[in-house]
């Protein structure tokens, strides 16, 4: 399929406002036409310019390429063309500047008042026909005297040293694309202050919904001075409290969230951002299972204010998908290598978008700079796309907010470390899993194998985080003490040699 037509239905899948201000590719196909037409009337088609403006590879006999520029004959007037831009007002002109050469003019390179051409412009001689100077120079500047009506030919030293061809189609193809440009780069600029301003009060509204029990009177802080590690229990009550809120819920959204990976791969066998087909497929499949378990119940949503934020949350990936969608570097590269084809005026070869136009002082032209590598010049922090960016602060901002449970884990169990016990080492540890260790007789920490497993005691329990668990963790605080229990009183019956699979009555 055509990149026309494939862009087309591109845009119908895209928001009403990106559609509007995005490259409109077949008005720029229809300028190009225009742009040929204007070069065949000139004398000056595609075809000729291509033989001319392109260099010419000839073999020697030994089989190896030369590059080596086109030689002619000169039986008409000579002259080096060259395609260069010059800046007027806020947009650039192209223009095909002619270097005339003859019998009765001095050569091109020799000291005058044209200026030398810039390091990108192309210059190559070729003979120019009696019609193409006629159009060019335009007859009623040329009196009779120096036109012979019989020959057609013009006198050469009545030609100027240079003439200059604007083009004025392709300036309207250059402005035309300019203003597409800039259209698109301030609607992205304010729909990223909308995504950022819509992000701050979504992390508010997360905030309020998903609540700590500690926002309650529910929350009973412990403290080496008041409290006794060994009876230490997370209450029904703040249980009950906690319910009220999505504290839960929201830490599964996220859990799922960062499962998927969407738009960016954290895993050692891929690591970057993601194509686009497969980041739209990986946001289908986190919105399905989202909202298989909401009607299943798997999740339930009990504030309203939850479910306002959740389709925000949907919003936000939804309008970071449409801009990765989107690929305006596509769009604008495809019109440029089309322009270069269709009216073989040159452009550099690695093209790509926006373009700068760089100016070329002394001479008042300027070279048409459309390569990545200029750009990454220009700033090497610009690397990252914007899409990239909105999904960095879109995770930035929104997965701090609820603590992840692998954070405080317990390294040996892998279970929540409730009743933390935090060694000499610094190293945190479920009080079962230092239990079991001081048991065995193991003196050497687990991580950096201090020893100071036997000497950890009542003192060494982190209530600073044992109370922070408590507090956003009570679902898994009261799973965990529970797991505890049981093992301690299945460890207990073992030591008096009783049976803990089962009573048999003798």
Request: hydrophobic share 35%; proline share 6%; aromatic share 6%.
């Amino acid at each position: 399929m055509h990149f026309s037509k494939t862009y087309a239905q591109l845009l119908l899948t895209l928001p009403p406002e990106l559609r509007q201000s995005a490259i409109q590719y077949r008005q720029l196909k229809k300028i190009i036409n225009q742009i040929v037409a204007e070069l065949n009337a000139l004398g000056l088609s595609p075809d000729v310019l291509h033989k001319v403006l392109q260099p010419q590879q000839d073999t020697d006999d030994s089989g190896k390429g030369k590059g080596k520029q086109k030689e002619t004959d000169d039986e008409h007037t000579r002259a080096s063309i060259v395609y260069e831009f010059t800046t007027v007002a806020d947009h650039v002109e192209p223009r095909l500047r002619l270097r005339l050469q003859s019998d009765h003019l001095p050569p091109s390179d020799a000291p005058g008042p044209s200026s030398s051409p810039s390091p990108s412009e192309v210059t190559v001689s070729l003979p120019i026909p009696p019609d193409v100077l006629r159009t060019a120079l335009g007859s009623a500047s040329l009196s009779d005297s120096q036109v012979s009506s019989d020959s057609a030919e013009i006198d050469p030293s009545a030609l100027p040293s240079e003439l200059v061809i604007p083009l004025v189609s392709d300036a309207n193809f250059f402005r035309t694309l300019t203003e597409a440009l800039n259209s698109l780069a301030a609607y992205l600029v304010t729909k990223r202050a909308e995504f950022e301003t819509t992000l701050r009060t979504l992390s508010h509204d997360i905030t309020a919904v998903a609540r700590p029990s500690s926002s309650t009177s529910a929350f009973h802080p412990y403290s080496p001075f008041s409290s006794d590690p060994a009876n230490i229990s997370v209450s029904s009550h703040a249980l009950a409290i906690s319910s009220r809120s999505d504290l839960d819920t929201w830490r599964q959204i996220f859990q799922l969230y960062m499962e998927a990976d969407i738009f960016q791969g954290h895993q050692e066998r891929f690591r970057g951002e993601r194509e686009v087909e497969d980041a739209e497929a990986r946001l289908q499949a986190f919105t399905n299972e989202l909202n298989g378990r909401i009607s299943t119940g798997a999740l339930k949503l009990r504030v309203k204010q939850s479910r306002v934020a959740l389709q925000t949350f949907m919003e936000l990936n939804n309008f970071i998908m449409d801009l990765r969608k989107y690929v305006t570097s596509e769009a604008t590269r495809k019109i440029l290598k089309k322009h270069a084809k269709r009216t073989a005026l040159p452009l550099a070869p690695d093209l790509a978008s926006p373009f700068v136009v760089r100016p070329d002082t002394g001479s008042g032209s300027s070279a048409l700079v459309l390569s990545r590598s200029s750009a990454r010049r220009s700033s090497s922090s610009e690397a990252l796309t914007l899409s990239l960016l909105l999904v960095q602060a879109l995770t930035e901002t929104l997965l701090p907010i609820i603590p992840h449970i692998d954070d405080y884990s317990c390294v040996i169990c892998t279970g929540l470390a409730f009743k933390p016990i935090r060694l000499r080492c610094s190293h945190l540890f479920c009080v079962r899993c230092l239990v079991k260790l001081q048991k065995r007789g193991e003196e050497h920490c687990p991580i950096c194998r201090a020893p100071t497993v036997l000497s950890a005691d009542r003192s060494n329990v982190d209530w600073a985080l044992l109370n922070f668990m408590k507090d956003w963790f009570p679902v898994e605080a009261k799973k965990k003490l529970q797991q505890n229990e049981r093992e301690a009183a299945q460890e207990e019956m073992q030591e008096l040699g009783l049976d803990v699979k089962g009573c048999v009555v003798m």
